[in-house]
């Protein structure tokens, strides 16, 4: 009898890649990486630095499922995911860093978080930047918000002192997307 294996083969790309076709920014550790392609957030973490090293600036994604949110683990979530990512970024390299804050319940669901829920771990991850990194790294870092962000959410998002712009997916194919980019006037 024969056996017939199939495999699914993995396609990547790499940074040398990435910069051979001119662009200059990878997002890494968006939800489908972590929760579909089963990404550990140490291997986020290496893959950061390694872009980083390569001369290319991150976007890093961190956030929580759901149930996390739900059973009160936010914190611990996120913290967890931008640990594994600050222990591969050198101190000169942060110029070059983005954090994305994406609650995974949010994501193309229609929800999102509040302005207030996003503005409470956004000042959170800020304060965390400054007592596991630096007060110059948490002030400079931005720190923006993706998750069904909308033109209909946009403004009252984007008045949240700590959020710092947005990760916008869907929205950015709609005619209205223009509104979320002048968000702030």
Request: glycine content about 8%; aromatic content about 6%.
């Amino acid at each position: 009898m024969k056996s017939v294996f199939t495999r699914k083969v993995e396609r990547e790309t790499s940074p040398a890649m990435i910069k051979d076709v001119g662009v200059e920014v990878a997002i890494l550790g968006h939800s489908e990486r972590r929760n579909v392609f089963g990404e550990s957030d140490e291997l986020i973490g290496a893959k950061a630095g390694h872009a980083l090293k390569a001369g290319l600036k991150v976007i890093l994604c961190i956030g929580e499922k759901l149930e996390e949110r739900e059973s009160g683990n936010t914190e611990e979530v996120v913290f967890r995911q931008l640990k594994a990512i600050t222990d591969n970024i050198k101190p000169d390299q942060w110029q070059n860093v983005v954090i994305a804050y994406e609650p995974v319940w949010a994501i193309g669901t229609g929800k999102t978080a509040s302005p207030a829920q996003a503005q409470e771990i956004h000042v959170k991850l800020r304060k965390w930047l400054n007592d596991n990194v630096s007060a110059d790294v948490a002030q400079k870092t931005r720190i923006i918000y993706g998750g069904s962000v909308t033109a209909d959410n946009c403004r009252e998002l984007a008045r949240e002192g700590d959020i710092d712009g947005f990760l916008v997916g869907g929205a950015s194919l709609k005619p209205d997307f223009v509104q979320i980019v002048n968000a702030r006037q």
